[in-house]
């Protein structure tokens, strides 16, 4: 089914049935899906854990303290330890996104040495994975036990109650993180506010039938700046590599003195661009987002009762 909230449905059920249906599709692209391509399993796997995690961040306040952290651990934990053979898969597709956004200043094959060993280091990373069968089947089995455990879940509060306080810590933890991240500049700083903004996007999908039109375009901007803060993200992720791992790949000191200007430069564009986005979706104090969408919940579950 699809991956919002049903007014026909309690908020607990709507939340068993989002939980049982992305821990389920992260099992079967680990088990069924893996053998036909691992990559892209990998790849699907790991968005249904954070779609997972993000809809566990909001019934945080709802559920007890210590089941929250074991199921958010356990989904965690699992969706790092594909992190690495995900992550060569990224540094490929990262430097030629960088380097397609410089067309017009760099020759076509500046960087095939260190194309080529980027897609190598995928290429082993991922070997190792799918040579080591144990490790897969230990992250599976936990991601059983973990789907067993959460639908047994029991909200201690219900319909809007039950996520309006996670819905409300999420939205102002974003904004917050939003002006420190142009305050700092870091690449933590910005990592930090992407977090917040892939949750407030994810919770805008879940609850975009409560009035389409608005909640669409809102989701739309927050996709949007959550790509933004990706790529940068994916940037910084890159440039730490090639920095610290300088025996995995090949790159030459001149190919250094060229790319990590055009990543400065590059990030340096992307924020500005999610800037103005983040202007536009944290404009309203929490407080005042939060009764804006309960006025939207409000008519919309009650006019599916009628």
Request: overall charge negative; hydrophobic content about 35%; glycine content about 4%.
């Given at each position: 089914m699809a991956y919002?909230?049903?007014?026909?449905?309690?908020?607990e059920a709507n939340i068993?049935?989002?939980?049982?249906?992305?821990v389920e599709k992260a099992i079967n692209?680990?088990?069924q899906t893996f053998e036909k391509n691992p990559a892209e399993a990998i790849h699907d796997a790991r968005k249904c854990l954070k779609k997972s995690r993000s809809v566990l961040r909001l019934i945080r306040k709802s559920i007890d303290k210590e089941t929250y952290k074991q199921e958010k651990n356990t989904l965690r934990d699992v969706g790092r330890s594909l992190s690495p053979?995900?992550?060569?898969?990224?540094?490929?597709k990262t430097l030629d996104n960088l380097l397609e956004a410089y067309e017009m200043t760099l020759e076509a094959d500046a960087f095939s040495d260190l194309q080529t060993s980027l897609s190598n280091l995928y290429s082993v990373r991922l070997g190792k994975l799918i040579e080591h069968e144990e490790i897969l089947h230990n992250l599976v089995d936990e991601l059983k036990k973990s789907h067993t455990r959460l639908q047994?879940?029991?909200l201690q509060e219900t319909g809007w109650s039950a996520i309006a306080p996670n819905l409300h810590r999420i939205y102002r933890q974003g904004r917050e993180r939003f002006y420190t991240a142009y305050d700092e500049g870091s690449?933590?700083?910005?990592?930090?506010?992407?977090k917040r903004v892939k949750d407030l996007w994810y919770d805008t999908r879940l609850l975009k039938r409560l009035w389409p039109p608005v909640m669409d375009a809102f989701e739309d901007e927050a996709h949007r700046l959550s790509s933004l803060l990706g790529?940068?993200?994916?940037?910084?992720?890159l440039r730490h590599f090639l920095l610290h791992h300088p025996e995995e790949i090949e790159w030459p000191e001149t190919e250094q003195k060229v790319l990590l200007p055009l990543m400065e430069h590059r990030q340096y564009k992307l924020h500005q661009q999610a800037q103005e986005?983040?202007?536009k979706l944290y404009v309203e104090a929490p407080e005042a987002f939060i009764d804006r969408v309960a006025g939207y919940w409000k008519t919309w579950f009650e006019s599916s009762k009628g």
């Open positions: 919002r909230f049903f007014p026909d449905s309690t908020v068993h049935r989002l939980l049982h249906e992305q692209q680990l088990s053979a995900r992550d060569g898969a990224v540094y490929q047994q879940l029991a690449d933590t700083a910005f990592h930090e506010w992407r790529d940068s993200h994916d940037i910084a992720e986005l983040g202007q």
